[in-house]
């Protein structure tokens, strides 16, 4: 065989390798959303892509850090949160805005550390103002729902582990 033929050959096969790694990422993605076209995405409205019946992106951060709160709860907690949709999108862009100065100042040459340090403040703030919002929307459904009585009782746990203590490996 010529050198052209077995460059041609490893060629093709190295094609076929990084074809098939990708192809394997987007099956593990779309496995691991539990067969769904892709993760949520953000932007000025809120979250974008597949959600539960009661809005909730399955799997989302929401899930994972509010598994504790029961379900019955959901729809009150998202009409809080749709009773302020404009403000949250006002703040969602006012954290992207964050973002992006912060990329600046890690970006900009000579580097100025005193600005990068306030952009990463400044983002840390808002992002701060974002949780705040989604957290006092939780607590004050579940308050308002215990003033009335018709608050659920929590989860059993799974596993005979409460939802909040992750499994330690042995």
Known sequence: MSR?????????????AVNLLILGTIIGHRAA???QAGAARMHAG??????????????????RAFRTVPEEMRPQIRERLEADRSEIGAQLARVREARNAVSKALGARPFDRAAA??????????????????????TASMAAAEAEGRLPPPRPPRNGRPDTERPRPD
Do not use: C, W, Y
């Open 33 to 35: 959303m539990g067969g």
């Open 117 to 138: 340090d306030a952009a990463l403040a400044a983002l840390r703030a808002e992002i701060n103002t974002s949780q705040k919002r989604l957290h006092d929307a939780v």
């Open 46 to 63: 809120g979250f974008e892509g597949p959600r539960d019946r009661d809005g909730f992106t399955p799997l989302g951060p929401l899930d």
């Open 4 to 16: 052209t033929t077995i460059a041609l050959i490893v060629a093709l096969v190295v094609s076929v």
